[in-house]
């Protein structure tokens, strides 16, 4: 069974780190409900959730896809790019030991997992301002000894690299290739954003269908024109702390 951990949004929400869009005010209760949304959209697809309680003192950590990267063999705990982010590792770890081997991003490196794309056995990392060069060795160093190998893929414009770019079926990425170098992806197919839409990019294939931010419909319609079925969430307030619906879940297979 498909197990996705999730956590319920921290009450400091409105101090979550901000730096490529401009910080507005972010209605809590608004923000809540829609995780709840997004948390029984999964739970509708059939998947396990684990529900974890909110952190009142750290803002981000309902985007607990920053916490580790999942693979099937191991799960890579990361080390944040913002120093407020460090702490939300801590029970995290504790929740995955039983269902992978834990291997750990240490100094000088720092990863957020939204800067992480498996595609195979291929890891994209973003190198951005939360994620650096010495996270993809390490990466390497951690997992070369099941096949997978790592590459720097360099940023403009956004915040993590599945903002620009994320998967949606095994041959097939959703991106804007505005924000991102796009050499190393071109062995994939690509649907690219509507270019009214340069945030919509961030997408999570599971169960075979699509999760997909409802207020992209152009990205949307696209997405159905190359015959995949969308599943609609409303996510706007917490797009507001920079999230997508990747951000939001770590998804074990």
């Known amino acids: 069974m498909t197990i996705a951990i999730t956590r319920e949004v921290s009450s400091r929400f409105n101090d979550c780190e901000i730096t490529h869009i401009d910080r507005t005010p972010i209605d809590l209760e608004l923000a809540r409900g ?107 160093e951690l997992v070369g000894e099941y096949g997978y190998v790592s590459f720097g893929v360099p940023l403009r414009n956004c915040l993590h690299l599945k903002t620009a770019v994320t998967q949606v079926d095994e041959n097939t990425v959703l991106i804007n290739k505005g924000w991102l170098d796009t050499h190393q992806l071109r062995s994939f197919n690509w649907i690219e954003v509507d270019p009214s839409e340069p945030f919509a990019a961030n997408c999570l294939p599971i169960n075979n269908q699509i999760v997909f931010p409802a207020a992209f419909p152009k990205t949307g319609e696209g997405l159905e024109r190359h015959g995949h079925k969308i599943r609609l969430v409303n996510v706007e307030e917490l797009a507001k702390a920079e999230g997508a619906v990747t951000c939001c879940s770590l998804i074990l297979e």
């Open 34 to 140: 829609q995780h709840r949304d997004y948390v029984n959209s999964l739970l509708d697809l059939g998947i396990k959730v684990i529900e974890l309680p909110e952190e009142p003192d750290l803002p981000d950590s309902v985007f607990v896809e920053d916490t580790a990267v999942i693979l099937p063999e191991v799960a890579i705990i990361t080390r944040p790019g913002a120093d407020s982010r460090k702490f939300e590792t801590d029970s995290i770890t504790r929740v995955l030991a039983p269902y992978r081997r834990l291997v750990r991003i240490t100094e000088p490196a720092t990863l957020d997992g939204g800067d992480v794309l498996v595609l195979g056995r291929s890891i994209f990392v973003g190198l951005s301002t939360r994620s650096n060069h010495f996270a993809v060795e390490q990466i390497q």
